[in-house]
């Protein structure tokens, strides 16, 4: 089991606790630690477009621009990638979409994670459990 714990975080609300995991992100001969918002309503992962360079994506021919949009209706483009998301010692394959441009959070989303586990946000106790 993988235990995260809730964040703190300001909000125009006030003190919020926000669903944080702690991963690491790995491409050819990059790793980078990362903290990414857990979204059970993002189908896919998302990360911004210059840390996307970062590790080394490149925009290919064959790729194909998608637009995703959110709750206040604006389109996001992106590209999907595959790359490898390490979750305590845990690694996995996955696709991610990386967006081109730099206002968007880092999230984990559904795809190619959600499958892999029981995941329990409790808010309560504080804490979000990723159980296999």
């Known amino acids: 089991m993988i235990r995260y714990e809730f964040k703190e ?3 125009s609300l006030g003190i919020i ?3 944080v995991a ?6 050819d001969e990059c790793r980078v630690e990362v903290s990414m918002y857990i979204d059970s309503g993002a189908d896919i992962s998302m990360i911004p477009y210059r840390f996307g360079k970062a ?5 290919e ?21 595959e790359t490898t998301l390490v979750l305590n010692n845990k690694s996995l394959k996955v696709k991610i979409a990386w967006a081109l441009i730099e206002e968007v959070p880092m999230l984990m989303g559904r795809t190619d994670i959600f499958n892999k586990f029981c995941i329990i946000f409790n808010e309560k106790k504080g804490w979000i459990d990723f159980e296999e």
């Open 55 to 59: 590790l080394g994506f490149k925009q």
């Open 17 to 19: 606790l926000r669903p």
């Open 9 to 11: 975080e300001e909000s």
């Open 61 to 81: 021919k064959g790729d194909v621009i998608r637009e995703i949009k959110g709750i206040s209706g604006a389109g996001i483009p992106y590209i999907i990638k």
């Open 22 to 27: 702690d991963a690491v992100l790995e491409q």
